[in-house]
């Protein structure tokens, strides 16, 4: 465990858990550390249940390429179990559960059997939503594993919170592995593409059956060209067969769907201020982790910079709220409105603001919204530290990437 770094954010949230009789499941997109959850909780059950017995199944090992199909998954664990006393409990941790056929089938039997503590991780959302609400609904418990906040970030790679260090996170991203590595452009690009390559060929190429590579490939080219732009499915055939790509909008919509699923991005859509209502058109697209979107399409910072910071946000607000939605009110629109229950916070996110047009259209929109909610503009203007226009909160996005609550 000397190599584990605590992530009590999510540790916390799950430890009121162990012993229950839901199975806990740890989703995610690859890489971010779902694998190290699952085994620092496998190790804190060690220690307060010494006499355990613990069955830890990780399906990328070669040891266990015999569990194919849930009978298997279900003669391993009578394997496991058949000598052992139960007196302090039974436990099984299924990582990247996804490549097991069926494994919902043996879930369902081992809950109601009473068998044993179950926790698994995946990296598909269909597959986790899908097959577990239909074979286990209100059986089971979801955690979602993001990417390293900035603060871990600097936690994992050992860095002091200034203005090089916020330049590596939006320049390299969140994957928690990238900490081993020096943090060069050619040497963590590497890593990342080969992370994305395998996002792309196995959790969605491969789970979905998708035969148009080339368009996929095309397709996240343009979201990723595109961070914080509305999307139309229309506007994205229309330019990707000016681009000599033929395909149709409901094409793109499901291959969108795809890309989600692998939560390698994150749709988001647009809500009426005033009603809370949703839109059924003009969603915004944000990737789950900035590294990824970099060393897919050949990085820019003087030209991307304004993408990677309205997506920083997005990240942050992501972890800190339950729900996260562009905000229109009339003509106006605000970048995100985040919702926790009757908690609700406005965030704009830009640039600079040192031009009066800026300032006007940043603060203004904000100013327009009829309640007292909190209300926050984040820059990268180096005079910010904190300062406030009639009541809203203007940060660096150094310290608003730091915040653990708005």
Same mark, same amino acid.
């Given at each position: 465990? !000397?190599?584990?770094?605590?992530r009590?954010?999510?540790?916390?949230?799950?430890?009121p858990?162990?012993?229950?009789?839901?199975? !806990?499941?740890?989703?995610?997109?690859?890489? %971010?550390?779902?694998?190290?959850?699952?085994r620092?909780?496998?190790e804190h059950?060690r +220690?307060?249940?010494?006499?355990?017995?613990? *069955?830890? $199944?990780?399906?990328?090992?070669s040891?266990?390429? &015999?569990?194919?199909?849930?009978d298997?998954?279900?003669?391993e $664990?009578a394997?496991?179990?058949?000598?052992?006393?139960?007196?302090?409990?039974?436990? @099984?941790? $299924?990582?990247e559960?996804?490549?097991?056929?069926?494994?919902?089938h043996?879930?369902?039997?081992?809950?109601?059997?009473?068998?044993?503590?179950?926790?698994?991780?995946?990296?598909?959302a269909?597959?986790l939503?899908g097959?577990l609400?239909?074979y286990?609904?209100?059986?089971?418990?979801?955690?979602h594993i993001h990417? *390293?906040?900035?603060?871990?970030? #600097?936690?994992?790679?050992?860095?002091?919170?200034?203005?090089t260090?916020?330049?590596?996170?939006l320049?390299?991203?969140? #994957?928690?592995?990238?900490s081993? *590595?020096? #943090?060069?452009? =050619?040497?963590c690009?590497?890593? @990342?593409?080969?992370v994305?390559?395998?996002? @792309?060929?196995? =959790?969605?190429v491969?789970?979905?059956g998708?035969?148009?590579v080339?368009?996929?490939?095309?397709?996240?080219d343009y979201?990723?060209?595109?961070?914080?732009?509305?999307?139309?499915a229309?506007?994205?055939?229309?330019?990707l !067969?000016?681009?000599?790509?033929?395909?149709?909008? #409901? +094409?793109?919509?499901?291959?969108l769907k795809?890309?989600g699923?692998?939560?390698l $991005?994150?749709?988001v859509?647009?809500?009426?201020?005033?009603?809370l209502?949703?839109f059924?058109?003009?969603?915004?697209?944000y990737?789950?982790d900035?590294?990824?979107?970099?060393c897919?399409?050949?990085?820019s910072?003087q030209?991307?910079? &304004?993408?990677?910071?309205?997506?920083? %946000?997005?990240?942050?607000? &992501?972890t800190?709220?339950?729900?996260?939605?562009?905000?229109?009110?009339?003509? !106006?629109?605000v =970048?995100?409105?985040?919702l926790n229950?009757?908690?609700?916070?406005?965030?704009q996110?830009?640039?600079q603001m040192?031009?009066?047009k800026?300032?006007?259209?940043?603060?203004?929109?904000?100013?327009?919204?009829? =309640?007292?909610y909190?209300?926050? %503009? %984040?820059?990268?203007?180096?005079?910010?530290?904190?300062?406030?226009y009639?009541?809203?909160?203007?940060?660096?996005?150094?310290?608003?990437l730091?915040?653990?609550?708005?």
């Amino acid at each position: 465990m !000397k190599d584990l770094i605590i992530r009590p954010r999510y540790t916390e949230r799950m430890a009121p858990f162990i012993g229950k009789n839901v199975i !806990k499941v740890l989703t995610g997109q690859r890489r %971010v550390g779902k694998s190290c959850l699952l085994r620092q909780l496998c190790e804190h059950i060690r +220690q307060e249940h010494p006499s355990a017995d613990i *069955l830890y $199944v990780n399906k990328e090992l070669s040891a266990f390429a &015999h569990i194919r199909t849930s009978d298997d998954l279900l003669a391993e $664990v009578a394997k496991a179990f058949s000598l052992a006393s139960g007196e302090d409990g039974r436990y @099984l941790f $299924v990582d990247e559960v996804q490549d097991i056929e069926g494994f919902e089938h043996a879930l369902r039997s081992l809950l109601a059997e009473e068998a044993c503590d179950i926790y698994i991780t995946g990296s598909n959302a269909t597959m986790l939503s899908g097959e577990l609400a239909t074979y286990l609904s209100g059986r089971y418990v979801e955690f979602h594993i993001h990417s *390293l906040t900035f603060s871990e970030f #600097l936690e994992f790679h050992k860095l002091s919170p200034d203005n090089t260090s916020l330049r590596h996170y939006l320049t390299f991203g969140g #994957l928690p592995y990238l900490s081993n *590595l020096p #943090l060069d452009t =050619d040497i963590c690009f590497e890593y @990342l593409r080969n992370v994305y390559s395998t996002i @792309l060929l196995k =959790d969605i190429v491969k789970r979905e059956g998708i035969r148009n590579v080339s368009f996929l490939e095309s397709l996240v080219d343009y979201v990723a060209d595109n961070v914080g732009n509305l999307f139309s499915a229309n506007n994205i055939s229309r330019y990707l !067969k000016s681009q000599r790509v033929n395909i149709s909008p #409901l +094409q793109v919509i499901n291959y969108l769907k795809a890309l989600g699923d692998a939560f390698l $991005v994150n749709r988001v859509s647009r809500i009426d201020i005033v009603g809370l209502r949703k839109f059924e058109l003009g969603d915004k697209y944000y990737f789950e982790d900035l590294g990824l979107r970099n060393c897919y399409l050949g990085f820019s910072w003087q030209r991307d910079i &304004h993408k990677l910071i309205e997506n920083a %946000v997005y990240l942050q607000l &992501h972890t800190l709220y339950s729900n996260v939605f562009i905000g229109q009110q009339g003509e !106006k629109e605000v =970048d995100f409105v985040a919702l926790n229950g009757d908690m609700r916070v406005y965030v704009q996110a830009t640039f600079q603001m040192g031009d009066e047009k800026t300032r006007a259209r940043e603060f203004g929109n904000l100013l327009a919204i009829p =309640d007292n909610y909190p209300k926050y %503009v %984040v820059s990268l203007d180096e005079w910010t530290s904190g300062s406030n226009y009639e009541g809203i909160h203007h940060l660096h996005l150094l310290d608003f990437l730091q915040r653990q609550e708005l």
